[in-house]
């Protein structure tokens, strides 16, 4: 088996740190590389073409990124639009003349259009309109894949595009401004907990479904995916699992012990009443997620009250 040296762009962030943690005991892997925005000023593309030619890399993964929360990315929509396109068109254009080299562009379920069909298929790509809260974001995700298809079919580049389902675990945002659902319940609830609070409120009525993937399975599906030479180029990766935003909330609520009660608002938005990637493809390659969400949650909590709170 060949052995890869592995170059992660964001590997300081919940999806590189990840990445960083499991290629580093693969077999498939002599050496993994890390490059942060410490290192590498990824709005310059000759820094970026810099950082390729000394690291000279088998594989690239494109983790980095502007992320944020419906907020974040409702209210800097230049920015986040702006500054993705810069990222992954800097790291893509500097790869062109690198066809050797095994692309993965990491990118995100808010590319699919906002009333695709459950389970969403890889199909479902340019076929209606985004959701206007995060569209500059997944606009530019979209332009990341259209950029690697040209060079897949130009210059015979192998890109693998990974569209994973909502992530959590180490490394996350836990920010209560920004944070996604997870991070934000296992914060704002940790503080209601010692706080000695008698309720704990949620926007909506708790309906909606989601899925969710621990993300050391996004990184075992790359791992999955080095060397190898697969038809679709651009992959669903989702834990197949669906909870209810309600069921979700009461899980964490005993993962952390909070005594009080869950209330929810039903004035507030609910959003989708169900989202679920479809991930038979990857599964037919012979990937599946390993982690439960209820010991993901516990491995996320443990994170969480070493680092953060």
Not at 68 to 86: D, H, M, V, Y
Not at 144 to 150: M, R, T, V
Not at 205 to 223: H, M, Q, S, Y
């Amino acid at each position: 088996m060949a052995k890869n040296n592995i170059l992660v762009f964001g590997s300081k962030g919940l999806v590189g740190s990840s990445c960083v943690r499991i290629l580093s005991k693969s077999s498939k892997v002599s050496n993994v590389i890390s490059s942060t925005r410490q290192d590498t000023n990824l709005f310059s593309y000759k820094e970026t073409l810099d950082k390729i030619e000394k690291s000279k890399p088998d594989v690239v993964i494109i983790a980095a990124a502007k992320v944020g929360g419906i907020l974040a990315n409702n209210t800097f929509r230049s920015e986040f639009l702006i500054e993705n396109l810069k990222i992954n068109m800097n790291i893509l254009e500097a790869l062109i003349k690198y066809p050797e080299v095994q692309i993965i562009n990491l990118g995100s379920s808010c590319i699919y259009p906002l009333n695709a069909e459950d389970p969403i298929s890889e199909n479902s790509i340019f076929s209606g309109k985004l959701e206007p809260t995060n569209s500059p974001y997944a606009v530019a995700k979209l332009a990341a894949i259209e950029l690697a298809d040209a060079m897949t079919k130009q210059f015979n580049h192998t890109i693998y595009n990974l569209m994973p389902t909502n992530l959590y675990g180490p490394n996350d945002n836990f920010s209560e401004l920004d944070s996604h659902v997870i991070p934000g319940l296992i914060r704002r609830m940790q503080h209601a907990k010692i706080e000695k609070k008698s309720e704990f409120e949620i926007w909506g009525t708790g309906t909606p479904l989601r899925e969710f993937l621990f993300v050391d399975d996004l990184a075992l599906a790359i791992e999955f995916l080095i060397d190898k030479k697969v038809e679709n180029t651009t992959i669903n990766v989702g834990s197949n699992e669906e909870v209810a935003i309600k069921e979700l909330a009461i899980l964490i609520q005993q993962l952390i012990n909070f005594e009080g009660e869950l209330v929810f608002d039903n004035t507030k938005p609910d959003g989708n009443p169900r989202k679920l990637l479809d991930s038979t493809y990857i599964n037919s390659l012979g990937w599946q997620p390993k982690t439960k969400l209820e010991d993901g949650l516990k491995i996320t909590y443990k994170w969480f009250l070493e680092n953060i709170d």
